[in-house]
């Protein structure tokens, strides 16, 4: 890059993932195409734990999560990252009171939940898999796609592209926190 050359826009993203067995936080830097991870951080909740017993979230682990969720907030309302997305997953989709702990996010952390269908779970972590293989097939790559079903996902040579599910717009959580730059738009 010569000197006269303008340098890609920084920004930061944050992704907030609850799953069946963790809750996560990951800051990413974002310049250009290059992604960077600058903050990652998993508590282990265990929200399904109990899920094949009782149809249930266990409750100790939603008390967990909430925490966890607490934590987060107040570690971006430093960062000021310009997105937040926070989906749920199997766990939150699949018990019979995922619905209510997604509105007690919502109400109680200001956080809107986006579960995630099964299709939906399968494309993003087969995509966040192969995005860390070089020579793997990827988004637009020319190795092949993923086929995301109703069970593992496998990377099959029959088009030039990972094809995203059909699916509402990719999940955010604008204004949250409250601090961030989205909040103000």
């Known amino acids: 890059m010569s000197p006269h050359e303008a340098r890609p826009e920084s920004r930061q993203a944050a992704v907030i993932d609850v799953g ?91 956080l809107p939940l986006r579960v995630l269908s099964g299709e939906e779970e399968a494309y993003f972590a087969a995509a966040g898999v192969l995005a860390g293989h070089p020579g793997a097939p990827r988004a637009n790559g020319p190795r092949g796609r993923v086929t995301p079903g109703s069970g593992p996902s496998w990377p099959s040579r029959t088009s030039s592209r990972l094809d995203p599910p059909r699916s509402p717009a990719r999940p955010r959580a604008p204004g949250w926190p409250a601090s961030t730059p989205a909040a103000a738009k």
């Open 20 to 110: 069946s067995n963790s809750v996560r936080l990951v800051i990413y830097r974002l310049e250009g195409r290059a992604i960077w991870t600058v903050y990652n951080e998993k508590a282990l909740a265990g929200l399904g734990r109990e899920m094949a017993e009782t149809g249930r979230l266990a409750a100790d682990g939603v008390e967990i999560a909430l925490s966890a969720l607490r934590r987060f907030r107040a570690i971006l309302q430093g960062w000021e990252p310009h997105e937040v997305v926070a989906v749920a997953t199997a766990a939150v989709r699949e018990a019979e009171d995922g619905p209510a702990f997604a509105e007690r996010v919502r109400r109680e952390l200001g």
